[in-house]
Each structure stands twice: as C-alpha cells, then as structure tokens.
DNA sequence: AAACAGTGCGCG
DNA sequence: AAAGCGCGCACTGTTT
C-alpha cells in the first residue's frame, strides 16, 4: 500500500502521469525499413541454427527420448537431455529444485551442440521478443508508443509495457546494435540520452549519511570501487586494473548494497578472475598472486559450513564484514534502525513524499527508498523538463525513459537549448527542490550523429553552454548544427 | 480457449 | 536469519 503522505508526493505522481502519457504521444520513430531486413536475416540465421542442431546426433536422442513432442525451445527436456541422458553434472537449481537449464548452465558445458543451442537461444530472444514485439506495437505513424507507468512497480519505480522499452538490449554488443539500431531520430533531428549518474548512490547517501561513504562519492580522486577491488584481490590500489574494478563494482559493491552476502560475493569475484582475465602485478594470472598472499583456493562455499582458513571465501567474510561494520558501518547501522523501525511502526517513509505501508522483508524495506526515490528524481526532472520545452516551444520531445536515464528526440537546431534546459534541471533545479540532496546530482550526455540510430550514440561533455570531446579537451563548438556536424567524427 | 505456474532472459 | 532489489515478455506444459 503506497499512499503520498505530502500534497508533494501526490503531486509528483499526478503530473508525472500526464508527463508519460505526453511521452507515450510523442513516440519513438523506427527505421522500417531495416526492421524488414533485419527481421529477414534473423530469421534465415535462426532457420540455419534450427537446422543445423537437427542434424546433430543429440537431437537423435532426443527425439528418442520426447517423440513427436520433441522441442528445441523446450528448456524442460533440455534439462532432462543433458543432465540425465547425457550425465553432465548439473551446477544449479531452479527455485522449485530442477536441475536448471539457463544459459549460465549452458556456458558451463562444453559441448558443440549446448553451445550452438545457445546461439540458437540468443538469436531467438532477439526475434522473438524484440523485433516481433517492435514490428506488433508499430503505429501507423511509424513510431512506437510504450506505455509508461507509474502504479505497477512495488519499489515506486515506474514501468514500460507493449513494448517494454526499458529493456531493449544494451550489453550484448551483437543483440543490442541489431535491436537499438532500429531507433531512430526524427528528420532534422538526433537522439539524445541523459542519464544520471549515480542516483541510487547519491539517494542511498541520502538516507544513511554515512560521512565515509559521503568522502568517497564527493571527493575528487577517491573511488571506492577500487578501493574494494584492492581489498578483495589483495592489492595495492594502484595495482588495480579496469577490468578489476569493474568485478569489484559489479560483483561485490553493489551487490552488498542490494543485501547481497559473501558466499555468493566470493563465488562471483573468484570466477571473474578467468572471465575477466585478471593479471597481478607481475603481469601474470591473478590466481598466482592470490596463492603468493596466502589464499589456496575458492573454499567449498558451503552455506551450512564456516570457511576454511586460508580459502577465498574465508576472506570475502572478512572483507564483508569490514565493509558493513567499518568502511561504512553509519551505512551499516542505518540498515539496521531503518528496519527496527519499520518493525515498530509498520510503516516507512520515503524522502520524496510516500508513506509505504504492509508486509516487507528487510531487503525490500532497505531497498525500495532508495530505488524508488532515485526515480522520483528522474521523474520530478521530467516533469519540469516537458515543461520548459513547452514554454519555449521548442520542437524537440522526450521520447523514453529508464529509470535513471531519458531519450530525447532532439531538433539539431534545438541540440543546446534542451542540453541548457536538462543541465540546468538535473543539475540546479532538483537540487534545490529537494534539499536533502547531500550529494549533488551529475548528468550525462551521450548523443548519436545525425542520420545515426540509437546504438551509434556517443558521449559528449556539455558544460555552460559549451560541447567538448570526452577524452580531448579541445572545445568542439557553440554552433549546435556545426556541433552536429563534428558529432560524426567523434 | 483462457488462465496459470514455472522457467528463462532482457533492462536499471 | 537468510543469503541481492525491481520490472515485462515469451514459451512450455498443465488446469480450468
């Protein structure tokens, strides 16, 4: 039960629905042609793979074992094929206790039908539920309108329906440039996206205060994500590479921050070190290294057995729990009283204006006010963004919205005044409206040159009025359609 | 035919 | 004490 315990909350969300039903007006413009082409390649790929799996012995043997009920999309018989006909060793179980058959399972078998099988699987999820799902909702004005709602989401998040837009594919290099190239600007125009950066991290801060936390977000030069990646992989922190931050961020701090623990921490960060390809300080694997501080091996990471001494895992406890009771132990404590609280009064408030009443775990009751209030953030600043395009009749609309992060169908003659209006709201004007904002809100800015799709967006900095290379500091221009120009060679 | 549970997978 | 949180959608296989 979510009720506004402010005329604030109640506001944020009436008007944000008027705001997403102007969204879901203004659409998102696709190339329909190349969804055609697209659709046709994909699915000639697709009818390959099929064959070609058809051909393989296993699915002799499973034609065998399922008859004419037989199906290569059926993850039940997969699970049953390769874990009771073939004896490979199931590593996982579903949540009601079936050997699991997802692709993690699959990557653990090496066998040339399961990975063909994968491919297959990848490909199919590409047709099946993005480009069938773009080609069924297209509009007759050749755009997409998602629906974006705000009285689904249990976290106070808002959602995207028919199609979800908010999970078109973005890490899967292949997938997402067949899917986010489809997404196009209007003519004159380029897309552009906004994103916030950090929100949930600044909003946690602003729950907890934990001052060490604080330090780490607002001053230059500190990071705890290399910090964390020091401690885990026992370096020094200038010993820590990319990709070794990037296992820590991922597989450790955010992790613990959703409510996370060491075993599954441990496990993840100890197989990052083969899937990431970490190297020690001398330049060889990171096993070696971690063996030469002391640490043997992973520990048999069992949740009913204390760790070994010596073991990974072992270590991860203590990492976990220097994390929670020293590194950010005001952070730590808040999770803690925030729950207490919750248990006495039955009830807890966000920042923004809500009042959360009914059942919840302590995950959720430590999680909701932060992802939820992060959005409201996104959401004030649309509202006021939608606003200031309006009173200046400015030509260029925002199209999308994920969470964090909003799509703009920009007239490149408009390029600096919406950049100067998304500046100037996500930057200043939320700051000031809600002010417990401890932690200042930064943008992003990534844009895709004229003529380009979604997927060939770039970043850009943008400040006081001025574009500059992310990487040269050389001013690009102040002129947005030279600045469009100079877009395409960056 | 429609509804439902279970599984899997895309995103923040 | 339990062991990340939140969504929407496709598909299988069963029940209504």
């Given amino acids: 039960m979510i009720t506004p315990i402010r005329k604030e909350g109640y506001e944020l969300f009436q008007q944000g629905l008027l705001e997403f039903a102007q969204l879901e007006v203004n659409g998102i413009r696709i190339d329909l042609p190349l969804l055609e082409s697209t659709k046709a390649r994909l699915e000639k790929q697709i009818r390959t793979l099929h064959d070609e799996l058809q051909e393989d012995k296993v699915w002799r043997l499973w034609r065998r074992e399922f008859g004419d009920k037989a199906k290569l999309t059926s993850h039940r018989q997969l699970a049953d094929i390769l874990f009771h006909k073939l004896g490979f060793e199931a590593k996982s179980q579903t949540e009601s206790g079936q050997d699991s058959a997802d692709d993690e399972a699959l990557q653990k078998i090496d066998h040339p039908f399961v990975q063909k099988l994968s491919r297959f699987y990848r490909y199919s999820k590409a047709l099946g539920t993005f480009l069938k799902g773009i080609e069924r909702e297209i509009a007759p004005d050749g755009r997409l309108h998602p629906s974006f709602l705000l009285h689904t989401a249990r976290s106070f998040r808002s959602s995207s329906a028919e199609p979800n837009f908010q999970n078109?594919?973005?890490?899967?290099?292949e997938i997402s440039e067949i899917i986010r190239s489809l997404v196009i600007a209007s003519p004159k125009s380029v897309l552009v996206e906004n994103d916030f950066k950090g929100i949930e991290v600044a909003l946690s801060a602003a729950y907890h205060k934990d001052p060490n936390f604080i330090?780490?977000?607002t001053t230059p030069g500190k990071d705890m994500h290399r910090d964390m990646a020091a401690q885990i992989?026992?370096?020094?922190?200038?010993?820590?590479?990319?990709?070794i931050r990037y296992g820590a961020k991922n597989r450790f701090v955010f992790p613990q921050f959703y409510g996370d623990y060491y075993l599954s921490c441990a496990q993840a960060l100890w197989e990052w070190i083969d899937k990431g390809k970490l190297l020690g300080p001398d330049g060889k694997s990171l096993f070696r290294h971690l063996k030469r501080q002391g640490i043997t091996g992973l520990g048999a990471c069992d949740p009913d057995e204390s760790p070994e001494e010596g073991t990974f895992e072992a270590h991860l406890q203590e990492v976990e729990n220097d994390f929670w009771n020293n590194r950010f132990r005001v952070y730590g404590k808040w999770k803690r009283t925030w729950y207490d609280l919750y248990m006495e009064r039955g009830y807890f408030?966000?920042?923004?204006?809500?009042?959360?009443?009914?059942?919840y775990n302590r995950k959720q009751v430590c999680n909701y006010p932060i992802q939820g209030s992060a959005f409201h953030c996104l959401l004030w600043s649309l509202i006021r963004i939608n606003r200031l395009l309006r009173k200046y009749s400015l030509?260029?609309?925002v199209v999308g919205q994920i969470h964090d992060s909003l799509?703009?169908?920009?007239?490149?003659?408009?390029i600096r005044d919406y950049l100067e209006i998304v500046e100037q709201v996500t930057t200043v004007d939320l700051r000031k409206h809600y002010?417990?904002?401890i932690v200042p809100p930064e943008i992003e800015y990534e844009i895709a040159p004229p003529g380009k799709s979604w997927f060939a967006k770039r970043e850009i900095v943008f400040k006081n009025g001025i574009f500059t290379h992310p990487t040269n500091p050389k001013k690009l221009t102040d002129d947005p359609i030279r600045f469009a120009e100079a877009l395409r060679n960056i």
């Avoid at 992989?233 to 990709?243: C, Q």
């Fill in 407 to 414: 799509l703009g169908d920009v007239r490149i003659r408009e």
């Fill in 233 to 243: 992989y026992l370096l020094k922190p200038k010993e820590v590479d990319k990709d």
């Fill in 349 to 359: 408030d966000l920042l923004t204006g809500f009042r959360v009443e009914g059942f």
């Fill in 215 to 217: 330090s780490y977000i």
């Fill in 395 to 397: 030509r260029s609309k």
């Fill in 168 to 173: 078109f594919p973005v890490r899967d290099k």
């Fill in 435 to 437: 002010d417990w904002l």
